[in-house]
């Protein structure tokens, strides 16, 4: 199965400002994922993003907030812009294919 | 819409206690089945699924779990845990929503093994 570098692993950001996330993955994938995980509830998906297209966002989730690239099949980024309090979270990840889905490591936000 | 309810939030096993995570999914369509594993600090890794054939599946570590079609269930199990078995588990589905596949996780089950 295909293994994902994400990165940063952590950070703290004043509210107003954004951060870029990064995930890298080993092979080439057609499909990636961007996940939200609040403390104390399970994985939200945020958006599937397809390499070639603009992603596809979920109920919730919308473009302005939350920009994602995906230049080409092995590299996808995930801005989470004008950040709040209310954005502190876990953002995962994760590149599927047939043997099941991999996820990055997290990257663990903190907005204050 | 899929949806997957995880009954356990929080489960507390002495070692060599068999272990029955409970996981219901709604989707009216075809499924597979996933469950995840995230050790204390670690990242989620694949601990087994299921896409078609034997309904009993086997992973990792000596979990295993059964598809039950009827039910729309998806139970993990293990007959002995381990105190290295502290983890959060997540039971998956993953189905046809809107012209693509779509993962939807459970809440998840925090299992605290005591030694």
């Known amino acids: 199965s295909a293994v994902i570098s994400q990165k940063p692993s952590r950070d703290i950001c004043q509210r107003g400002t954004s951060l870029t996330i990064q995930c890298q993955v080993d092979s080439q994938v057609t499909m990636m994922f961007w996940y939200r995980q609040q403390p104390g509830q399970s994985l939200t998906l945020i958006a599937t993003a397809n390499q070639g297209s603009e992603a596809t966002y979920e109920s919730g989730f919308v473009i302005d907030k939350f920009p994602i690239s995906r230049p080409n099949l092995t590299f996808s980024t995930l801005t989470v812009s004008n950040m709040s309090p209310e954005d502190s979270s876990i953002y995962l990840c994760s590149a599927g294919g047939d043997y099941g889905y991999t996820f990055g490591s997290g990257t663990r936000l903190t907005v204050v | 819409a899929q949806s997957v309810s995880q009954h356990n939030h929080h489960v507390i096993l002495s070692e060599a206690a068999s272990l029955e995570l409970g996981c219901n999914y709604s989707?009216?369509?075809?499924?597979?089945l996933f469950w995840y594993v995230q050790y204390p600090g670690q990242h989620l890794q694949l601990l087994l699924k299921?896409?078609?054939?034997?309904?009993l599946v086997k992973g990792i570590k000596g979990f295993e779990a059964e598809f039950i079609k009827s039910k729309f269930s998806f139970n993990l199990r293990k007959p002995s845990v381990q105190w290295s078995d502290t983890a959060e588990y997540f039971c998956?589905?993953?189905?046809?929503?809107?012209?693509?596949?779509?993962?939807?996780f459970g809440i998840g089950t925090k299992l605290q093994v005591i030694p």
């Open positions: 299921y896409f078609s054939g034997d309904p």
């Open positions: 989707y009216g369509g075809t499924v597979n």
């Open positions: 998956a589905v993953e189905g046809l929503s809107g012209g693509y596949q779509k993962v939807t």
